[in-house]
């Protein structure tokens, strides 16, 4: 039981995208450290892993150290990202307050990295179900699972008129080419944004007005071919903090890589529920534990099932926005990332 009015906590992840001070705060910044630092009964102190890149990874750790043990936290939470944390200086917080470590792309990166992790804290966090029974397996009792949420206070309706048919808003990929080009044959006026489309990158402002503007938004989870050659490089190669360097740990990548196609959960359909969208996503074994199907988002298995769906809904304004409000209502009420944290802050004993 903590004694102060305040739930204190040491936040350390990565603030700018791929380390570059010129490009925008990264996904974890605005929706974990931000969230945190709003919530109201919540004081957390940030502890950038950027400053590696001045100061070199032992002083980071050495300083992250001391401040854990100047301020006291009730709890130290990592983004875990590649290998900026010292091991032995995770051991060392440890002792002093509890720690915990949230994981992403545990469907693949389970297998050469996260399960070296979780020794290190009190808890790890997982947003894969399957890799629940992964970490208990490799004698890991520390595992909770969690789920990717809505910010709301960065995810929010936006009231225009809806002039665009279907849209898609992402990074240009390989397997997304193929199904946008299967649309467009199938007579469908999709319109798409993001780095490498011809509309290219638009503004957080501006994707909340695509979202407002669409009929139809599309979650497109096809994923790269295990024969695309920065796939391959998986095989050898790893991210330490903003370098690419070689790793010869062949067994565990080979088993890393053999799961990379893994159809996983996003963020982005508890970022469109948000925005009160209507969502046609790609399926995955998990979304359907946080949404009904038909009844709060339309999932497709297949593109010759996309391209149906999308023409079934195209003509029926009241069902699409009816099912995108029941989304809506329901995200505000559990799906969250403050909603998320206070479970976990719960089942960790921290009230």
């Given at each position: 039981?903590?004694?102060?009015?305040?739930?204190?906590?040491?936040?350390?992840?990565?603030?700018?995208?791929?380390?570059?001070?010129?490009?925008?705060?990264?996904?974890?910044?605005?929706?974990?450290?931000?969230?945190?630092?709003?919530?109201p009964n919540?004081?957390?102190?940030?502890c950038?892993?950027?400053q590696?890149?001045?100061?070199?990874?032992?002083?980071?750790?050495?300083?992250?150290?001391?401040?854990?043990?100047?301020?006291?936290?009730?709890?130290?939470?990592?983004?875990?990202?590649?290998d900026?944390?010292?091991?032995?200086?995770?051991?060392?917080?440890?002792?002093?307050?509890?720690?915990?470590?949230?994981f992403?792309?545990?469907y693949?990166?389970?297998?050469?990295?996260?399960k070296?992790w979780?020794?290190?804290?009190?808890?790890?966090?997982?947003?894969?179900?399957?890799?629940?029974?992964?970490?208990?397996?490799?004698?890991?009792?520390?595992?909770?699972?969690?789920?990717?949420?809505?910010?709301?206070?960065?995810?929010?309706?936006?009231?225009?008129?809806?002039?665009?048919?279907?849209?898609?808003?992402?990074?240009?990929?390989?397997?997304?080419t193929?199904?946008?080009?299967?649309?467009?044959?199938?007579?469908?006026?999709?319109?798409?944004?993001?780095?490498?489309?011809?509309?290219?990158?638009?503004?957080?402002?501006?994707m909340?007005k695509?979202?407002g503007?669409?009929?139809?938004?599309?979650?497109?989870?096809?994923?790269?071919?295990l024969?695309?050659?920065?796939?391959?490089?998986?095989?050898?190669?790893r991210?330490?903090?903003?370098?690419?360097?070689?790793?010869?740990?062949?067994?565990?990548?080979l088993?890393?890589?053999?799961?990379f196609?893994?159809?996983?959960?996003?963020?982005?359909?508890?970022e469109l529920?948000?925005?009160?969208?209507?969502?046609?996503s790609?399926?995955?074994?998990?979304?359907?534990?946080?949404y009904?199907?038909?009844?709060?988002?339309?999932?497709?298995r297949?593109?010759?099932?996309l391209?149906?769906?999308?023409?079934?809904?195209?003509?029926h304004?009241?069902?699409?926005?009816?099912?995108?409000?029941?989304?809506?209502?329901?995200?505000?009420?559990?799906?969250?990332?403050?909603?998320?944290?206070?479970?976990?802050?719960?089942?960790?004993?921290?009230?």
């Open positions: 039981m903590i004694l102060q009015n305040k739930l204190r906590i040491v936040y350390a992840g990565i603030r700018n995208e791929n380390y570059d001070a010129r490009r925008a705060n990264s996904f974890e910044y605005q929706n974990f450290y931000l969230t945190l630092k709003n919530m919540v004081e957390v102190i940030e950038p892993y950027d590696i890149i001045h100061v070199g990874r032992e002083k980071f750790n050495n300083e992250l150290l001391m401040l854990v043990k100047t301020k006291k936290p009730d709890l130290f939470f990592a983004f875990m990202y590649t900026e944390l010292s091991p032995r200086v995770l051991l060392e917080i440890k002792k002093i307050t509890k720690s915990i470590a949230w992403a792309d545990d693949w990166r389970f297998f050469n990295y996260s070296h979780p020794p290190y804290f009190t808890y790890v966090v997982t947003t894969y179900s399957r890799a629940v029974d992964w970490y208990r397996v490799a004698g890991h009792e520390n595992v909770i699972l969690s789920q990717w949420a809505c910010n709301t206070s960065f995810y929010k309706p936006v009231e225009i008129k809806k002039d665009i048919d279907v849209s898609f808003v992402g990074q240009h990929k390989s397997g997304r193929k199904v946008i080009d299967a649309l467009r044959r199938a007579g469908i006026n999709v319109q798409c944004f993001g780095f490498g489309w011809p509309n290219g990158k638009v503004s957080h402002e501006g909340l695509i979202f503007r669409s009929k139809i938004c599309l979650n497109l989870t096809d994923r790269k071919s024969w695309d050659p920065s796939v391959i490089g998986r095989l050898f190669l991210i330490s903090v903003n370098r690419i360097v070689p790793d010869f740990h062949f067994v565990d990548n088993k890393a890589y053999l799961h196609p893994t159809i996983h959960t996003h963020a982005r359909p508890f529920a948000g925005c009160q969208a209507f969502v046609i790609g399926w995955s074994e998990d979304i359907g534990k946080y009904k199907e038909d009844k709060e988002i339309v999932c497709y297949s593109t010759a099932e391209i149906e769906k999308i023409k079934r809904f195209l003509p304004d009241a069902e699409r926005e009816a099912i995108a409000k029941a989304a809506y209502n329901h995200t505000i009420k559990d799906h969250t990332y403050e909603k998320r944290f206070q479970k976990i802050f719960s089942k960790i004993g921290l009230s």
